[in-house]
Structure formats: C-alpha cells, structure tokens
C-alpha cells in the first residue's frame, strides 16, 4: 500500500488548527495514559494502521505495560483495567461506532460515576479527534513507521 497524499501538505492551514486541537486536548483533563488507551481502542475499531502502531508504542514509551496494550482490544475479557477505564472503553466504542444507535442513558450514567462533567466533555472530544485523525489516515493511506525487522519478505 502507498499513500495517496499528505494531507499536512494539501491543506496545511486547516490541519494547523486540527493540530491545535490535538495539543489542547494533551493539556486537558483526561489522564495521559488513559488517552493513550482510548485513542488505541478507536484506532483498533476503525482499523487505522498508522494510529494504532503509534498509540500502542506511545504508551508503552510512557509505561504503560505490554499485556495492557496488548489487551486493550479484549478489554471486555481481561482483568486488567480498572472501571473507570472500562468506562472509557465502552463510551470511546459507543462514540466511535455512533450508527450502532444511540448513547443509552445508562452508559452516561455509568460515565459520571467515573468522571466529572469537564472530564466527560474532554474524554468526548478526545475520542472525537483521533476518529478524526483515524479517517484522515485510512482515507489517504498513511503509512506506519516499518523497520526492516517487521517488513514481509518479497
């Protein structure tokens, strides 16, 4: 697979103020490592190579632990994660995969016994941007990084 074009470079202007956004959204509310995590889970979901090479390996790079990353796809089945971030996981699936029908009260419920209203809003918005980050990167074919180690043999 090639990209089909760089979309910094085809509409700089624009994806300086969607940059913008992304660094607003590392200074807000949501912790680090769960931003990590919740920006993996879309990634996974709309099967965004690019991101999800990139948010797995920044997470790890900040601590997070490999049989966490690795399970952050099955988090429904593992152990690892508190309630809180499975909170997170189900409201980053539900914003993630919005045509499935509509966000039940009792998930917005089961989210303000985990986070306050500010913290809800930036979580949404997070999960809003890397959707957004997601599609530009499937739409125009971005290419994760690839080491020599990890390429297919011709």
């Not at 988090?75 to 499935?100: C, G, H, V």
């Amino acid at each position: 697979m090639e990209a089909r074009l760089d979309f910094f470079q085809s509409s700089p202007e624009l994806m300086k103020n969607v940059r913008a956004l992304e660094m607003a959204i590392r200074e807000a509310s949501v912790d680090k490592g769960l931003l990590h995590l919740i920006k993996l889970r879309a990634s996974q979901i709309n099967g965004c190579s690019y991101c999800v090479e990139m948010h797995s390996r920044e997470a790890r790079e900040d601590g997070e632990s490999e049989p966490r990353v690795h399970l952050v796809a099955a988090w429904r089945e593992s152990p690892l994660f508190s309630e809180r971030e499975r909170a997170a996981f189900a409201w980053t699936e539900k914003l993630t995969k919005l045509s499935d029908g509509p966000v039940e009260d009792e998930l917005y419920e089961e989210m303000l016994k985990h986070f306050s209203e500010k913290e809800l809003v930036d979580l949404s918005v997070a999960i809003s941007m890397i959707n957004t980050w997601n599609r530009l990167c499937v739409a125009f074919h971005a290419i994760h990084p690839v080491s020599e180690k990890h390429t297919l043999a011709a």
